[in-house]
Antibody, heavy 118, light 107 residues
Framework: EVQLVESGGGLVPPGGSLRLSCVAS????????MHWVRQAPGKGLEWVSR????????WYADSVKGRFTISRDNAKDTLYLQMNSLRAEDTAVYYC???????????WGQGTLVTVSS | DIQMTQSPSSLSASVGDRVTITCQAS??????LNWYQQKSGKAPKLLIY???NLETGVPSRFSGRGSGTDFTFTISSLQPEDIAIYYC?????????FGQGTRLEIK
């Protein structure tokens, strides 16, 4: 079964840092581009970042550019999101998802909640 | 950035009703339009890709159509388990953008 499991969320003060992880199983992780998408409480979906399968190319939403870094360790089947200089508006559930042919995002992990508050 | 305008924002319908949601892109996105279902407390699930293709395992009562800037999503006969928020999403170019969502309720 194809599965993505996020972890690393929690409560962090404004200006703090956090690293999220997403462990993949059930497929050859190194063959796929991966994304992070977030959802603020009670709000819609917001794309955050994308990384190519070998980690060579990354893209970011303007709202996180310069503060967040996406990376991956294909030997560990793990995707990461390093989040620095966190702001209250970064409070959200963060999902990782796989990019498959026909530009589909399938599946999505269960999400991990990040709360930025003092 | 490509803006996705989805309507209505909420919808109440009866079991068995035909339900339609529309999504408009701010520029031509070809057919790079997906539809997702998000049930309460769960992750989004892909239903329709490339505007009109049904994802494997998704019931045939779900369908989509459109190209360019105007798209529609239809549930042919609403079922109780279809209570969810539905999002359109464009992947013609980065940043990927989503519609604001349509909350579907059973009357």
């Amino acid at each position: 079964e194809v599965q993505l499991v996020e972890s690393g969320g929690g409560l962090v003060p404004p200006g703090g840092s956090l690293r999220l992880s997403c462990v993949a199983s059930g497929f050859t992780f190194s063959n796929y581009w991966m994304h992070w998408v977030r959802q603020a409480p009670g709000k819609g979906l917001e794309w955050v970042s994308r990384i190519h399968n070998d980690g060579s190319v990354t893209w970011y939403a303007d709202s996180v550019k310069g503060r967040f870094t996406i990376s991956r360790d294909n030997a560990k089947d793990t995707l990461y999101l390093q989040m620095n200089s966190l702001r209250a508006e970064d409070t959200a559930v963060y999902y990782c998802t796989r990019d498959i042919p026909h530009r589909r995002l399938v599946p999505w992990g269960q999400g991990t909640l990040v709360t930025v508050s003092s | 950035d490509i803006q996705m305008t989805q309507s209505p924002s909420s919808l109440s319908a009866s079991v068995g009703d035909r339900v339609t949601i529309t999504c408009q892109a701010s520029q031509d996105i070809g057919n790079y339009l997906n539809w997702y279902q998000q049930k309460s407390g769960k992750a989004p699930k892909l239903l329709i890709y490339d505007a009109s293709n049904l994802e494997t395992g998704v019931p045939s009562r779900f369908s989509g159509r459109g190209s360019g800037t105007d798209f529609t999503f239809t549930i042919s006969s609403l079922q109780p388990e279809d209570i969810a928020i539905y999002y359109c999403q464009q992947y013609d170019s980065l940043p990927i953008t989503f519609g604001q969502g349509t909350r579907l309720e059973i009357k």
